[in-house]
């Protein structure tokens, strides 16, 4: 593991000498590593103590403290009460292999709150019935706590009113519900749809889809190499042909906070529609869509700290009331004939059959809980922990950070030259620290970057400082094959 190139030999043993004293002879002392001359001087195997031993002293000598220059960021945080925050976490308790689970997968899902746990449990106990169609108690107790949900989660996002809240299964299918409800009607051959560099396929596969029946064209808004969209570059392709601007309001790889309200702005310029993506937004950062002024926002449940399966598409009630059914069946007609069927208003025009109903109750709690803590308060304490862990990151030999615009959220995505990315992974996960390997269903922004996979470690309200101090010390014993070679 260790190169015979000069400078990276030097870094290393910077590292190990301010890390883990106890593994140098005593020859190697604080004077003679000060005055070190890395040209002509020893290699690091024999600045080791008893080199075929050392991968065992490290797995039991304790790392001394990082010395990473984000230590302001970790001070200011302080009046964050993450440590009460945490106790709500009933799985941040759990231990993986004895020890104590580190979730930085938070961009793929986020753990539930007690008071999430504790609402579903209530709920299946005294109130589960189906809503709407039926006047005994229990339908009336179900049908006051899903509006009730609505409700909540119209004012979280500042909507309108309630009925711009559609339910539904998560940002997948709400993005596929406007390109079909919405789309089809509204675009036609040799209109135009755009769409960035840095979307989850979830907001490519559906546009692409649509253009294939409709003869519309796909374009593309370019990224530069720090991540954020070139808006001169998007100003050129909005035309009078734009039908639709579909973007993510927080990239799911990057973490980079796109210009939404510019965005959206220049698009209704153009006489274009605008569907946000906020699956990365809503649980990092104040959402409100009429100062926004979107036209379609999209977010999943699971990464708001609710349930699975469950998802909020807002629409402008405008178009909602202009847009055909998504799908047919029950609770979303007025009158069925054998010859022709009347739909109800939105948003229950959209929500055929039973919908998720216990789950959207969940999410409703979720969405009390976040707003109680407060998402500046969050935004600001997850942004001093980024920036604590890109400065770590950027201290390990060989790291590569993707994705480095000012304005982002806690996700941070990185390869380590000569690691394989799963097994960057699997390695980490022995240590009880979850991260994402892969290319997280956006393929065309790591390839944008030269990449067919990263790692990738994202941040939330309950994670610490010390949780990243763990997460870099694992990552520099990987580097030295220590974990790998107790493990194998």
């Not at 301010?18 to 600045?47: G, M």
């Not at 519900?177 to 490519?204: F, P, R």
């Amino acid at each position: 593991m260790i190169t015979n190139n000069t400078e990276i030999e030097k870094l290393i043993y910077d590292e190990a000498y301010l890390y883990y004293p106890e593994l140098f002879s005593l020859a190697a002392s604080a004077v003679q590593h000060k005055n070190r001359d890395f040209e002509n001087d020893i290699r690091i195997s024999d600045i080791f103590s008893g080199f075929s031993d050392w991968p065992v002293l490290l797995e039991n000598t304790a790392a001394c403290a990082l010395p990473f220059s984000a230590l302001n960021g970790r001070k200011s945080a302080e009046q964050f009460n993450v440590f009460k925050i945490r106790s709500d976490f009933p799985i941040l308790e759990e231990t993986i292999d004895g020890r104590k689970l580190v979730w930085f997968d938070n961009a793929a899902t986020t753990q539930k709150p007690k008071c999430v746990i504790e609402r579903l449990e209530y709920f299946y106990e005294h109130e589960n019935s189906n809503v709407h169609r039926s006047a005994h108690t229990l339908a009336r107790r179900t049908t006051d706590a899903y509006e009730g949900a609505r409700l909540t989660i119209a004012e979280f996002l500042n909507a309108p009113k309630a009925d711009d809240i559609v339910f539904i299964r998560g940002s997948t299918e709400g993005i596929n519900l406007v390109a079909q409800s919405y789309g089809l009607t509204q675009v036609g051959e040799g209109d135009e749809i755009l769409i960035s560099q840095l979307e989850h396929h979830a907001n490519i596969v559906p546009w692409q889809f649509l253009c294939k029946k409709t003869g519309a064209k796909l374009r593309i808004i370019p990224i530069d190499d720090s991540g954020q969209i070139i808006l001169t570059e998007y100003k050129k392709l909005l035309t009078c042909r734009t039908k639709i601007v579909a973007i993510a309001h927080v990239s799911n790889v990057l973490g980079t906070i796109t210009p939404a309200e510019e965005m959206i702005r220049l698009a209704h310029t153009a006489g274009a529609k605008v569907l946000l993506d906020g699956a990365q937004a809503v649980s990092h950062l104040p959402v409100d869509v009429q100062a926004l002024d979107c036209d379609f926002y999209v977010f999943s449940g699971h990464k708001l700290f609710g349930p699975t399966g469950i998802g909020v598409l807002y629409g402008k009630t405008e178009l909602l009331e202009a847009m055909a059914p998504y799908q047919g069946g029950g609770n979303m007609i007025s009158d069925v004939t054998m010859e022709e069927s009347q739909f109800k208003k939105p948003p229950h025009r959209f929500e055929a059959g039973t919908g998720n109903i216990a789950d959207a109750v969940g999410l409703g709690s979720a969405v009390t809980y976040v707003k109680q803590i407060g998402l500046q308060a969050i935004y600001r304490y997850e942004r001093a922990l980024l920036e604590y862990m890109t400065d770590a990151i950027e201290q390990i030999p060989g790291a590569a950070a993707i994705g480095t615009a000012p304005d982002k959220s806690g996700i941070l995505s990185f390869n380590i030259k000569g690691f394989d990315s799963d097994r960057l992974a699997a390695l980490l996960d022995r240590e009880g620290i979850a991260v994402r390997a892969g290319h997280h269903c956006a393929q065309p922004v790591i390839r944008r970057y030269g990449f067919e996979k990263t790692v990738r470690a994202s941040l939330a309200l309950y994670n610490t400082f010390d949780e990243i101090d763990v997460f870099v010390s694992a990552l520099s014993r990987i580097l030295f094959g220590v974990i790998s070679t107790l493990s194998s």
